[in-house]
């Protein structure tokens, strides 16, 4: 069983025919600072690396929120056509990022909020564990406060027995990728249970100790298999936030901080999240919140060895780095920026975050849509040597299926007030435990097994539940939600313990005190049964 954030799912989409590609495009010199005074003439655009006429040319001035004029009094002063929005997403991963990197990473933010915005930006607050933390705003002090609970939900990310395991360990040994860590582990496990090998030639040849070996491995998946878990949890949030923006007027940008995840084997996870990015125009900034990093000092083990201590010397930065590669990934495919190794984070949420001085927005009339991602160049025409930054590319979407693929039920649910006792779950709401320090629900689902319809294969019952929380303020509006997922493969055993006291599974939503909404929705697998209702609950 597992819980993510949950972020409401449209129930319809829009579909226009874009007659133009839009563009932005910063131009720096040598020293980092922005060009002005280009036109039209001085751009050439490339699609796929045909060249194509730029029909559209503006310009843009940066202005600080702050510095921003207050609208005309005049009753006679027409008003100015508004621009649309710029939507920034500050998702904090507090699930990865150590105490230290979190706080450091909170402090520049704020910072950011204070002279980096833009007349017109809306800045959200969301978190990996616990979903949206403030929507969209403009309110500086309201953005302060909401980065102000960002709070730790570190998990960990070290084995401290014996042997001792990083989760850069369990990810090499578990997906078989270095003999060398293998080898070093099992050398430890040696050490700390001379018994667990007959022979003493283990001490010299480990590899050569099968039950040390099995054991390391047993070890070593069982961890990466909680470790790939956060990591696939993280891809998730980033996916859910992704989709609720795609209804967002305005340029998107996601500045995710994090201390970094391993992401090895997790491949798909993230192709789907840019893939989504791509269709929805979302860009994913990501600030590596080590900073500077340089090589770990090794945690003391008593077991350590001479192959084991070597071990750590050979790996030097490299789990810092590997931690950085989807980070680095998922803002290069998405035209985004990667800040990192450099500990002025200000700096990094500046350049993420804040719009340049000045920016040109190039548009054109590209060909009829062919479902394919177009990688974009732009250039130049006079030869002159400035760094040109623009999106790397655009997915142009092709026609939809005559018949779109059908929302969720327990989407349209989760936002309805409809109630409904047809699935075999019992639905209850408590107060979130006292000395939590935060106002929090405590949702429990208990599902009575022997009501449920299970496929049956080679004597395994399996099944496949969802369950969704959602927190409503008074106007119906969304504040926050969890989705948990049960995937059941039950023994005639295991049903039988389950039969008698049913399956539990429990979620915890926080949220400033108030009066809310509950909106409580679970259905089986394929939505044969669906049970919904909705609670009034006061958070103090």
């Known amino acids: 069983m597992s ?30 600072h922005t060009v002005s005074g280009l036109t039209r003439a001085d751009f050439r655009i490339e699609d796929n690396g045909k060249p194509r006429e730029v029909t559209a040319f503006s310009v843009r001035h940066f202005v600080s929120a702050a510095a921003a004029p207050p609208a ?19 998702v904090f991963d507090d699930l990865s990022t ?10 520049a933010a704020k910072r950011f909020v204070e002279s980096g915005m833009a007349a017109g930006d809306r800045v959200g607050v969301l978190t990996v564990s616990s979903g949206l933390v403030l929507g969209f ?41 270095d003999n060398a860590a293998l080898e070093a582990k099992v050398s430890e496990l ?8 007959e022979s003493r030639a283990a001490r010299r040849e480990p590899l050569k100790c099968k039950i040390a070996v099995e054991r390391v491995q047993n070890l070593a998946n069982s961890f990466w298999e909680q470790t790939s878990h956060q990591s696939r949890s993280i891809i998730a949030s980033l996916r859910n936030y992704v989709d609720a923006m795609t209804q967002l007027d305005g340029a998107r940008v996601i500045l995710l901080a994090s201390s970094g995840f391993l992401s090895g084997t ?52 490299r789990p810092q780095e590997r931690s950085n590669d989807a980070m680095a990934y998922l803002s290069d495919a998405t035209g985004g920026l990667f800040f990192h190794n450099q500990s002025d984070l200000e700096m990094g949420f500046r350049e993420l975050g804040m719009q340049p001085e000045t920016s040109y927005l190039l548009g054109y009339v590209p060909d009829s849509p062919d479902g394919k991602y177009h990688r974009l160049k732009v250039t130049l025409t006079s030869g002159r040597h400035e760094s040109v930054q623009a999106r790397m590319g655009y997915m142009a979407a092709a026609a ?101 006291g049913g399956l539990n599974m429990t979620m915890r939503l926080e949220a400033p005190p108030g009066s809310y909404r509950l909106r409580l929705v679970a ?15 006061e958070l103090k």
């Open 523 to 537: 259905a089986d697998e394929g939505e044969q049964h669906v049970s919904a209702s909705t609670l009034a609950v």
């Open 400 to 500: 939809p299926p005559e018949k779109p693929a059908p929302v969720r039920r327990i989407d349209r649910e989760a936002l309805g007030a409809t109630q409904l006792e047809d699935a075999p779950v019992k639905l209850a709401e408590r107060q979130g435990e006292p000395g939590s320090g935060k106002p929090a629900a405590q949702i429990s689902f208990r599902w009575d097994v022997t009501r449920l319809a299970f496929k049956m294969s080679d004597g395994v019952r399996s099944q496949h539940l969802d369950m969704v929380a959602a927190l409503l303020d008074g106007n119906g509006n969304f504040v926050t939600g969890k989705e948990g997922v049960a995937e059941l493969a039950l023994s005639e055993t295991g049903f039988a313990r389950l039969a008698s």
């Open 3 to 32: 819980a993510s954030p949950y972020v409401p799912k449209p129930a319809a989409s829009i579909r226009t025919e874009a007659r133009l590609v839009d563009v932005g495009v910063v131009v720096r010199d040598n020293r980092g």
């Open 266 to 317: 997790l491949e798909p996870d993230m192709d789907e999240v840019v893939e989504r990015a791509l269709h929805a125009d979302v860009v994913i900034n990501s600030l590596d919140a080590k900073g500077l990093y340089l090589v770990d000092q090794p945690t003391p083990n008593p077991y350590s060895t001479t192959r084991s201590r070597i071990y750590e010397q050979l790996l030097g930065s």
């Open 72 to 90: 005309a009094s005049s009753p006679r002063a027409p008003a100015p056509m508004p621009e649309k929005p710029r939507w920034v997403g500050l």
């Open 190 to 197: 040696v050490e700390c249970d001379p018994l667990v090998c």
């Open 98 to 107: 150590p105490f230290g990197d979190l706080v450091h990473a909170r402090l």
């Open 137 to 177: 705003t403009a309110d500086v002090a309201a953005i302060e406060q909401a980065i102000d609970k960002v709070k730790l939900r570190e998990r960990k990310n070290e084995y401290a027995g014996c042997p001792r395991l990083s989760a850069y360990d369990s990810y090499v040994i578990a997906n078989h990728m």
